[in-house]
């Protein structure tokens, strides 16, 4: 068995707006390691979202168009069908996202919908039960045979991202996707929630693709980090490598524009100009409206992801 | 000095009744026994978690909700049981700036009646009120074309820059900011945040920043006010603070925050038991008490008081 249980390669998604197609993520590749977890990170509208639900495949409809693969255990889910990829979800890969209240049927008892998960696996009534209440209480919820009867809107926020983490790993999927799993939770709880992911993952010995924004997060728990920048990988690399040594402008202005002094020690850097909204893809870099190095070479052609080490790849002209 | 907002024993106390047509009522202390004194030209940074009622003081300071006790010096004039009155003559000092930019703005409105609005029902003519829109609009970085625009053609941090344009028209002498920053990106964030200490140092405004994020707190304010479930329970400059916390909260919140360096991966980490809203059924015991680390008989049975612990750092523990 490889050790690689993702690969993605040269993917892009488009969507048809009025004007034309909307590259939203362009030439992405990357692949993640069993056990281990890459964030990646980028600002709002780069794309981070869409390559994530492209791997899961939700956000089908004829708006838009899909290149490049998705290697997951040497099987391309871009090429199974739709009734393939219904086994993929859940069992294989598991999702969670920002908002639980969102991914909870408010009518539901909350421990029916995580039993739900196990009985179709062709578990009995009785054994889900069971556990559900083991897995309540391996995600550290208190009470868990009162909880499983409660409605979501009887939890608090950290308690309800606790059951999608649980019904997330009820089926033991080798994979886990979390998108921004803990922007919406005060920092006593987000602390507390990745905690619980981060240790059933190592239990389950299960990789995470996790989408970020927050830094912080990532320096806590990633082994790899990927900047995204209006829908391109900008630089993959190991984590400690890319804080200690970022490469590309786009990162480098990133990192230092995170507020980790005080204002008599001096002033962050900002990043000037906005984002584009890449219509038509052009032979340009799509940092050069905003990069201080950008020169005729950046404004013209586009770069090449290239290793400038081993595994630390960046995608700029000037490096 | 004389402090420009004095707030003693302040109490916001919240009530509901229990089931539709029941006529008992429950109480929610949203602020409890909260005092502190804001003085002229600095940056307050008001921290706590959802429901610690950071933004229930910040309403109450606004006059937008009335306190249910205590007492309320702005300027000196007295705010509690005051007329409507004077509490419009007190509002006039401040000025206010949420955390949603786009909620923030009329969306049928243009940027510009947008900002003028205000200024004309203060009674001032168009021309004037234009020619100080188009001022405050350079004062935030943006240029005047941008008065003709509606918030939707605006990102979202041109949306906040156009709300502190139109909070700076006013004239204010205190700014409150109720998360200014939360819903931007990093970026944005960076230039919102400098530009809000340029705008501070240009006019001497005095800030009072309500945010969760202790990286944005510990950046712009000089001082830093912990609540906890409606309670003051830690106040004091923000080396004082950050780098010596006193109160178990204080602790555990700064230790929760992940570190943006993975080399101190993993580093001191503090347990917080229990969950958010567990509080002891005793009104009179610490409300920290069911899920402090170094809790004693005592915490359960009083509530300690604020006590000035070193000069200018007050902490509300038995401990310190």
Same mark, same amino acid.
């Given at each position: 068995m490889s050790d690689t249980i993702l690969r993605v390669e040269h993917l892009s998604v488009d969507y048809k707006i009025k004007a034309g197609w909307l590259s939203a993520v362009n030439d992405v590749s990357f692949s993640i390691d069993r056990g281990k977890v890459l964030?990646?990170?980028?600002?709002?509208?780069?794309?981070?979202?869409?390559?994530a639900h492209t791997i899961m495949r939700l956000s089908i409809d004829h708006n838009e168009r899909i290149g490049g693969n998705i290697f997951f255990e040497d099987r391309d889910l871009t090429k199974i069908s739709e009734a393939e990829m219904e086994k993929v979800r859940g069992k294989h890969i598991g999702m969670?996202?920002?908002?639980?209240?969102?991914?909870?049927?408010?009518?539901?008892?909350s421990g029916t919908q995580v039993a739900e998960a196990l009985r179709l696996d062709g578990?009995?009534?009785?054994?889900? #039960?069971? #556990?559900?209440?083991?897995?309540?209480?391996?995600? *550290?919820?208190?009470?868990?045979?009162?909880?499983?009867?409660?409605?979501?809107?009887?939890?608090?926020?950290?308690? #309800? *991202?606790?059951?999608?983490?649980?019904?997330?790993?009820?089926?033991?999927?080798?994979?886990?996707?979390?998108?921004e799993p803990t922007t919406a939770l005060d920092v006593t709880v987000e602390a507390q929630v990745l905690n619980i992911m981060k240790e059933m993952c190592d239990k389950e010995n299960a990789s995470v693709l996790l989408i970020t924004h927050n830094f912080g997060i990532v320096a806590e728990i990633a082994d790899r980090i990927g900047i995204m920048y209006a829908g391109e990988l900008v630089e993959e690399g190991e984590v400690h490598e890319i804080f200690r040594n970022p490469v590309h402008p786009y990162s480098q202005a990133l990192l230092a524009a995170l507020p980790k002094i005080k204002?008599?020690?001096?002033?962050?850097?900002?990043?000037?100009?906005?984002?584009?909204?890449?219509?038509?893809?052009?032979?340009?870099?799509?940092?050069?409206?905003?990069?201080?190095?950008?020169?005729?070479?950046? #404004?013209?052609s586009s770069p090449e992801a290239k290793f400038i080490e081993d595994g630390h790849m960046v995608r700029c002209h000037k490096r | 000095m004389e402090p420009i907002i004095k707030i003693e024993g302040l109490n916001k106390q919240f009530s509901s009744s229990k089931g539709l047509f029941s006529r008992k009522k429950t109480y929610v202390n949203a602020v409890q026994d909260f005092s502190l004194d804001i003085y002229e030209g600095e940056i307050l940074g008001l921290i706590g978690e959802s429901g610690s009622g950071k933004t229930t003081l910040a309403r109450v300071l606004l006059g937008l909700t009335r306190s249910t006790g205590g007492?309320?010096?702005?300027?000196?004039?007295?705010?509690?049981?005051?007329?409507?009155?004077?509490?419009?003559?007190?509002?006039?000092?401040?000025?206010?700036?949420?955390q949603d930019p786009a909620s923030n703005l009329n969306p049928r409105q243009t940027v510009e009646s947008s900002i003028i609005r205000p200024l004309i029902i203060r009674g001032m003519s168009k021309e004037k009120a234009r020619e100080k829109a188009k001022q405050a609009l350079s004062s935030v970085q943006l240029d005047e074309s941008y008065l003709e625009s509606y918030p939707h053609q605006l990102s979202g941090g041109q949306q906040q820059r156009i709300a502190i344009a139109r909070a700076l028209v006013m004239e204010p002498k205190v700014m409150i900011l109720d998360e200014?920053?939360?819903?931007? +990106?990093?970026?944005?964030?960076?230039?919102?945040?400098?530009?809000?200490?340029?705008?501070?140092?240009?006019?001497?405004?005095?800030?009072?920043?309500?945010t969760h994020d202790l990286n944005v707190i510990r950046y712009v304010s000089d001082r830093i006010a912990v609540m906890y479930m409606g309670r003051l329970v830690e106040y004091g400059t923000i080396d004082d603070v950050l780098e010596h916390p006193l109160h178990p909260y204080t602790d555990i919140l700064i230790h929760s925050v992940?570190?943006? +360096?993975? +080399?101190?991966?993993?580093?001191?980490?503090?347990?917080?038991?229990?969950?958010?809203? +567990?509080?002891?059924?005793?009104?009179?015991? %610490?409300?920290?008490?069911?899920? %402090?680390?170094?809790?004693?008989?005592?915490?359960?049975?009083?509530?300690?008081?604020?006590?000035?612990?070193?000069?200018?750092?007050?902490?509300?523990?038995?401990?310190?």
């Open positions: 964030a990646l990170v980028g600002e709002s509208g780069c794309g981070k979202s869409t390559v969670i996202f920002q908002n639980p209240l969102d991914s909870l049927n408010p009518v539901y008892r578990m009995s009534k009785r054994e889900a #039960r069971e #556990r559900v209440i083991q897995l309540y209480r391996d995600v *550290q919820i208190p009470n868990p045979e009162e909880r499983i009867e409660a409605f979501p809107h009887e939890l608090s926020g950290g308690m #309800r *991202q606790r059951v999608m983490i649980a019904m997330m790993l009820a089926r033991h999927p080798q994979l886990l996707i979390a998108d204002k008599s020690e001096g002033t962050i850097r900002t990043i000037e100009g906005t984002v584009p909204r890449i219509l038509e893809k052009k032979p340009e870099c799509r940092f050069a409206n905003r990069c201080p190095y950008a020169d005729e070479t950046c #404004r013209c | 007492s309320l010096k702005i300027g000196g004039a007295q705010m509690v049981g005051a007329g409507k009155a004077e509490i419009k003559k007190a509002r006039e000092n401040f000025a206010v700036v949420f200014p920053t939360s819903a931007l +990106d990093i970026s944005v964030q960076a230039q919102i945040l400098n530009l809000l200490l340029k705008l501070q140092k240009e006019y001497n405004l005095t800030y009072v920043i309500i992940p570190v943006s +360096d993975p +080399d101190n991966r993993g580093g001191e980490k503090r347990k917080f038991p229990g969950e958010p809203g +567990d509080v002891p059924e005793d009104p009179a015991a %610490c409300r920290l008490a069911k899920r %402090c680390p170094h809790v004693t008989e005592r915490c359960l049975k009083e509530t300690p008081p604020l006590k000035e612990v070193t000069p200018g750092h007050f902490a509300e523990c038995f401990l310190v």
